[in-house]
């Protein structure tokens, strides 16, 4: 920690302007949060590779926090708030209605003004500071900026082996609570907006309404338990064959970090992610047509009950493209008939029918995506 700590402090001063006691403070939090995640987790523990971790993870949280820092204040606040905005945008509709852009926004300014306060009390706890703490400095004020970032995207388990964000079931139970009127009262004043001739003020961004209509563009997905199921075989699959790197970078992009927070975390340069990038997607091709199979295409519903989710033309075509005795097994799949019987049937032994069936399921799986 004494190692870690330093080496945090020391890069706080070279890279901003604030005061060693700033840098000594931040320095040190980052580091007992670190300690503490990698104390509690499991599966860093097993790994056999805590210092890693811990040097990865501090580095992590030291660039979040410079991120926001080299933004300022302003443009830091912005930035976070556009980023939490667009996440639970479509999740906040009170009390089932259909409500306008502009009427979200206000709700979504109400809800993120109490946000804001609770991350102030989590931060205040997690980091042992007194519960009159306030962020005086930039450089405080980015730490708690990164810290509020982190704590809005940490993923809640909930039962069924589902999870979702922090913030999306605060916004969700926000959301529940608006009386119908409220709703109504928020959709007309949105609509006239300031009378006399005032001039409304603004209350986004260019960039921030982008984001949010980006992701309404869909209908809202509910949590899948299948999709749950799938995570958690593929980490036992790849945890199995000793790819702990794999495991790691599919760890981190289920985060949603962009490329060069994985880089920095994983320190890898460009190419050595590329590499693992590229053995990734290699385990995961065959995870999905032949480890696991039929618990990825019952998840994508592309299961043999659904033609292996191809449309009538695909499945004309998969026909087309495939040898008879190809056909034949597809035809017996679909039947019901049992694995080993098709491949008696067929005249294969076990590992030529699973060659076969792999490469079926590579053949519709090329369709179906192109």
Same mark, same amino acid.
């Given at each position: 920690m004494e190692a870690l700590n330093k080496q945090l402090y020391q890069e706080l001063r070279t890279a901003?302007?604030?005061?060693?006691?700033?840098c000594h403070g931040v320095a040190a939090r980052f580091s007992e949060e670190v300690i503490r995640i990698c104390s509690e987790s499991q599966r860093i523990q097993d790994s056999g590779e805590v210092e890693i971790w811990m =040097?990865? #993870? +501090?580095?992590?949280?030291? @660039?979040?926090c410079l991120r926001y820092y080299d933004l300022g204040s302003h443009q830091g606040r912005v930035e976070l708030h556009s980023s939490l905005s667009a996440i639970i945008y479509r999740y906040m509709t009170p009390s089932q209605m259909r $409500?306008?852009?502009?009427?979200r926004l206000n709700l979504i300014e109400d809800f993120l003004q109490g946000f804001y306060v609770e991350s102030l009390s989590a931060f205040r706890r997690e980091a042992q500071l007194e519960s009159t703490y306030q962020p005086r400095t930039l450089l405080q004020l980015a730490e708690y900026m990164a810290f509020t970032e982190r704590y809005g995207k940490r993923r809640i388990p909930l039962p069924g082996r589902r999870s979702q964000q922090l913030i999306i079931l605060r916004a969700q139970t926000f959301s529940k609570q608006q009386p119908p009127e409220m709703a109504i009262d928020i959709e007309q004043a949105a609509e006239h907006g300031g009378g006399d001739g005032e001039e409304r003020p603004a209350t986004s961004h260019q960039r921030v309404r982008a984001e949010m209509m980006a992701q309404t563009q869909a209908e809202e997905i509910p949590e899948d338990p299948l999709r749950e199921r799938v !995570?958690?075989? *593929?980490?036992?699959y790849l945890k199995e064959r000793d790819q702990e790197d794999c495991a790691s970078y599919f760890t981190l992009r289920l #985060?949603?970090?962009?490329?060069?927070?994985?880089?920095? !975390? *994983?320190? #890898? $340069?460009?190419?050595q992610r590329d590499y693992l990038q590229q053995r990734f997607k290699y385990h995961l091709i065959r995870f999905a047509l032949s480890h696991q199979w039929q618990l990825v295409h019952e998840w994508l519903e592309a299961d043999v009950e659904h033609n292996l989710g191809l449309t009538p033309q695909q499945w004309d075509d998969l026909n087309e /493209? !495939?040898?008879?005795? @190809?056909?034949?097994? *597809? /035809?017996?799949? @679909?039947?019901?008939? /049992?694995? +080993?019987?098709? /491949?008696? $049937? #067929? +005249?294969?032994?076990?590992? =030529?029918? =699973?060659?076969q069936w792999s490469k079926l399921l590579g053949r519709a799986w090329e369709i179906r995506n192109h």
């Open positions: 901003t302007k604030a005061t060693d006691k700033d =040097q990865n #993870l +501090g580095r992590h949280r030291l @660039q979040q $409500t306008s852009y502009q009427a !995570i958690e075989e *593929l980490m036992v #985060l949603d970090l962009p490329t060069h927070e994985i880089e920095d !975390i *994983l320190k #890898l $340069t460009p190419r /493209a !495939i040898t008879q005795k @190809q056909s034949r097994l *597809l /035809a017996m799949k @679909q039947s019901g008939a /049992a694995d +080993g019987e098709i /491949a008696k $049937t #067929l +005249g294969l032994t076990p590992t =030529q029918y =699973q060659k």
